[in-house]
């Protein structure tokens, strides 16, 4: 049996950095660890290939080679999942398709031979017996009742399916689930709120098998919520420490967790001790009104503000994301986001309008609110799917003009001075990488000489000669990213919100106001 795994290609987005990649000199950002996992499930006997649309174009004879078409991925990466569905069934190739994307929302995939719905762990096997027997595919199959997978589960991905060259970062996954109720989650839904994880030999056999291909440098902790389950993660750092020591600190890490990581002193250091430099919160909104609202309380329970300036200068750079549009927020939220985004040093602040999810608690309140009125496929910076309690026109032209501040080259770079103000000299230094060097060089031409935000590149090396030289290259790297943070958002993005907003009917559109029941 032959199976290819085509991964769609994302869409130009803030987290794709699409501008800055070329500094750097790779294809895009991460590998498609999900379809490497499922590539370690189907039978060793089984040829196997894979082909990334965001590293090269999926060929006819790529289709033709294949039995069988995998392919999956997030509802942004939608239509390029529908276009690998068509043309594979002008081959006359079956397609199966899995992922985030078919598990929340399977009914937008009805053009699939067969859509997989939930982890494969556990019961891919009916899947293998049916293309085994051949004819006609299941069209869905679903978890089974008992329950979630347990992580002992999991393989080793199929890293030797990549070539790493090509990606900025590589990635794995140490748990599943978040124990937290934020109604606007899918990760809840899909994963459950009994963080599992993986033992601790797991995650190191998945690293040496990753060092065995030859790889060194950033590895990304996909997990939605790395502390979950903060006892195992405990019991898991000094064992990653060790590896790391044993091994020459040949990777550096990064992931997602909650705010109520900034409590906990001693995992933090963990974490930095084992090489975890940066971190993304879902920090979303200083409204504590908002934040009780939608069920994210262990934010509203903190100063968001101490929380983050804590986490950096104990090591671990912050990464926020911001949320406008909630049902309690009035036009003066914009200016309140403003002010809370500035007085925080979080270079990397994406901000997004509110955005219904399907199977996610909030869609099924707005459905019973009968304000829903899209699906989640479609443009992220256009109109919300679904009818926001504020005036609309208000959201869209609030959010425009916030966008146009965050990134702004003024308060961008102003963000990054106050991050690396408060950087600490990291627990594991070394010498910068030849990549890294020329990396250097490119941004010396790119933004030093070329780019129209020169002067705010020399000024940035500056601060940090003075205040930070160990972060010099740090101060680099934040310039490379925010070339394409900024020129994204006014290329794209505040075109499309401008976009939106005129093709709102000319007369008021008013939400639903403040007096939504809840």
């Given at each position: ?14 987290w794709?950095?699409?501008d800055?990649?070329p ?5 895009t ?9 499922v ?14 649309l965001?590293?090269r174009?999926l ?9 069988v078409?995998?392919?999956?991925g ?10 690998i569905?068509?043309?594979s ?8 398709v899995?992922?985030?994307?078919p ?11 067969c ?7 556990g ?17 869905r199959?679903?978890?089974?009742s ?7 589960q ?16 590589m ?11 934020c ?30 291909t ?48 900034a409590d ?15 971190v ?9 009104e908002?934040?009780?609202?939608t ?9 968001l ?22 049902d ?11 002010r809370f985004?500035?007085s925080?040093p979080?270079?990397?602040a ?12 909030l869609?099924?309140r ?6 829903i009125?899209?699906?989640a ?10 009818v ?7 959201l ?32 594991v230094?070394r ?7 020329k ?14 935000r020169?002067w ?25 990213f ?36 809840h």
């Amino acid at each position: 049996m032959k199976i290819l795994l085509a991964y769609p290609q994302f869409p130009k987005t803030y987290w794709g950095f699409q501008d800055s990649i070329p500094y750097v000199a790779k294809k895009t950002s991460l590998p498609p660890l999900g379809l490497l996992t499922v590539a370690a499930l189907l039978p060793a006997h089984w040829d196997v290939r894979l082909v990334d649309l965001n590293v090269r174009q999926l060929r006819d004879s790529d289709i033709r080679w294949a039995d069988v078409i995998f392919a999956g991925g997030m509802l942004i990466q939608a239509p390029s999942l529908h276009e690998i569905v068509a043309r594979s069934h002008a081959l006359g190739r079956q397609v199966v398709v899995g992922g985030p994307a078919p598990t929340t929302d399977p009914d937008e995939f009805g053009d699939a031979d067969c859509c997989f719905i939930g982890e494969a762990e556990g019961k891919i096997g009916p899947l293998v017996s049916a293309l085994e027997r051949g004819g006609d595919l299941p069209r869905r199959l679903s978890a089974p009742s008992t329950g979630y997978p347990e992580m002992a589960q999991v393989p080793v991905p199929r890293f030797d399916l990549l070539d790493w060259r090509k990606y900025a970062s590589m990635s794995i996954q140490y748990s599943r689930g978040c124990p937290f109720s934020c109604e606007f989650c899918d990760i809840i839904e899909m994963f459950g709120r009994v963080p599992r994880v993986k033992a601790p030999g797991q995650i190191l056999a998945e690293l040496d098998a990753l060092r065995a291909t030859g790889y060194k440098g950033s590895v990304f902790f996909v997990d939605d919520n790395f502390i979950g389950n903060k006892k195992a993660v405990r019991e898991f750092l000094p064992e990653l420490l060790t590896w790391q020591i044993e091994h020459g600190y040949p990777f550096e890490f990064y992931t997602e967790a909650s705010v109520n990581l900034a409590d906990d002193d001693a995992l933090i250091q963990a974490m930095v001790q084992a090489h975890f430099t940066s971190v993304f919160l879902g920090i979303e909104t200083p409204s504590v009104e908002a934040l009780k609202l939608t069920g994210k309380r262990q934010n509203a329970a903190v100063d968001l503000v101490q929380a983050v300036d804590h986490l950096t200068r104990s090591g671990l750079e912050v990464m926020g994301g911001f949320i406008v549009g909630f049902d309690t927020d009035d036009p003066a939220i914009f200016e309140a986001q403003r002010r809370f985004i500035s007085s925080i040093p979080v270079p990397l602040a994406m901000v997004g309008l509110l955005m219904a999810l399907p199977g996610t608690a909030l869609w099924r309140r707005l459905e019973r609110e009968k304000r829903i009125r899209g699906t989640a496929s479609g443009d992220q910076f256009g109109r919300p799917n679904f009818v926001p309690a504020m005036d609309e026109r208000l959201l869209l032209e609030g959010y425009h003009e916030l966008l146009g501040d965050v990134y702004h080259p003024d308060s961008y770079y102003a963000r990054c001075e106050a991050f690396l103000s408060r950087w600490p000299r990291p627990a594991v230094e070394r010498l910068p990488s030849r990549e890294e060097l020329k990396a250097f060089a490119r941004a010396i031409v790119g933004i030093g000489i070329v780019s129209p935000r020169r002067w705010h590149f020399w000024k940035l090396l500056s601060h940090s000669t003075r205040k930070a030289p160990h972060a010099l290259s740090l101060a680099v790297t934040l310039a490379i990213f925010g070339e394409h943070l900024i020129r994204y958002t006014e290329r794209t993005v505040r075109p499309r919100v401008q976009a939106a907003i005129a093709s709102l009917p000319s007369a008021p559109t008013p939400g639903r106001g403040r007096a939504v029941a809840h």
